[in-house]
């Protein structure tokens, strides 16, 4: 948590009425690092990327993004601000063609070319898309529809990308190609990457470091490749014993 972080989250805990989902989450990015949080089904990894979006309210805490503390930002404001998500399960227009799902991604932007360059870069880093951008979404296979809800999240020139488990439901070739897109989006283009994934092997093997969550509490983080042989880690997330 230098000054350079892009992003710092301290003593962060939410709520659902009573229920507590986080209870005071401390974490950070670095500018040049990708970050994954593993955890369970219920851990609160939804919840935490909800917080940081502000489509939750927190119920304590601080998240700091670009040296900006982001209590009472609408949602709207921190997506200017350079905060983007793909959301669990794409969510995308399905009716709609690929380049009006993109442009979607830009609504907050108002310049034309910007624009347009955004979606030129989009087109450079998933030259699958190029022959699909008059193609309904709906007809794109899962692992191009993920291209697309990546392609719409950069769609408005983010400094801070957060994947919602981008794997679900991806055939492992097609993870192992995703993963190598969300590494080029942040080695080539600078863009900061906090990921949360169920499938513990790909997190680890994308990530600089890591964090573990379980019921709404960090149990454990670091570098990826210490964590990878942690023997709690190995059996509870990774299979082994
Ligand atoms: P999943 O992988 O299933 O998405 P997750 O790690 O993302 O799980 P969350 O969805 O953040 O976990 O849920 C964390 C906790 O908060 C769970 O106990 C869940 O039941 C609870 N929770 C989530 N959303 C709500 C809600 N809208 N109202 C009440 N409780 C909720």
Do not use: W
């Not at 350079?82 to 969510?91: K, N, W």
């Not at 898309?129 to 709906?138: F, G, H, N, P, T």
């Amino acid at each position: 948590p230098t000054s350079a972080a892009r992003l710092s989250i301290s003593n962060l805990s939410v709520n659902y009425g009573k229920a507590r989902a986080l209870a005071n989450i401390n974490l950070s990015v670095e500018q040049q690092e990708i970050i994954t949080i593993i955890g369970l089904n219920g851990a609160g990894k939804t919840t935490l990327m909800r917080s940081i979006t502000g489509l939750k309210k927190i119920s304590e805490g601080e998240i700091i993004f670009n040296n900006k503390n982001l209590a009472g930002c609408s949602v709207d404001q921190r997506v200017k601000y350079g905060i983007a998500m793909v959301p669990e399960g794409r969510s995308l227009f399905p009716k709609m063609t690929v380049r009006e799902n993109l442009v979607m991604g830009a609504y907050t932007r108002r310049d034309k070319e910007e624009i347009t360059n955004s979606l030129d870069k989009v087109m450079n880093l998933f030259p699958d898309l190029k022959k699909k951008v008059s193609d309904r979404a709906e007809s794109l296979s899962g692992g191009q529809q993920q291209m697309v809800a990546i392609g719409r999240a950069l769609m408005s020139d983010p400094r801070l990308l957060l994947l919602d488990e981008p794997s679900i439901g991806l055939a492992p070739i097609i993870v192992q190609h995703i993963a190598e897109m969300i590494k080029e989006i942040n080695r080539q283009h600078g863009v900061s990457i906090l990921l949360v994934e169920q499938n513990a092997r790909v997190a680890m093997s994308l990530a600089d470091r890591v964090y573990v969550l379980e019921t709404g509490e960090i149990v454990l983080e670091g570098p990826a490749d210490k964590l990878r042989e942690n023997t709690r880690v190995q059996e509870a997330y990774l299979g082994m014993k």
